[in-house]
């Protein structure tokens, strides 16, 4: 079970993908923390989120804990999970509107960066950590036993 979970290829361009999601995950999990009325449980209230200052604090956590994760290669693959999740949520609670009012393309435009890391997280659930990751050293490790 623990061997699926850590197994990556060699790639070394994975990090570059792991670097994207993971610092834009840290940093807007910090954001939500320093600027919860813009970014955290006001934003979370704005758009009609149940309890929006537990929500805002909860969301913020997994993304930064998730996030630096990801940036260390650390349990990749389950990490992505619950950023996918949370980007899911973002999708469906803020550009259903922007459809409905703006149309497709102004709907396309604000989620470009939803789509990115929608995208980089199911590349690194497939794919894993990549050769510099710590995923990569302990797959490597429990080889060798």
Known sequence: MIQ???STD?????LLI???VG????SEGIQKFLYPALRGAGRFEK???PEPEFLGAFVGAFEIVCGALVLFGLFTRMAAIPLLCIMAVAVFTTKGKVLAEAGFWEMMHGSRTDWSMIMGNLFLLYKGGGRFSVDYQLQFKASWK
């Open 4 to 6: 699926n979970i850590l």
């Open 47 to 49: 758009i009609g989120l």
């Open 10 to 14: 060699s790639s070394g361009a994975t």
């Open 23 to 26: 610092a834009v995950f840290v």
């Open 18 to 20: 792991r670097f994207m």
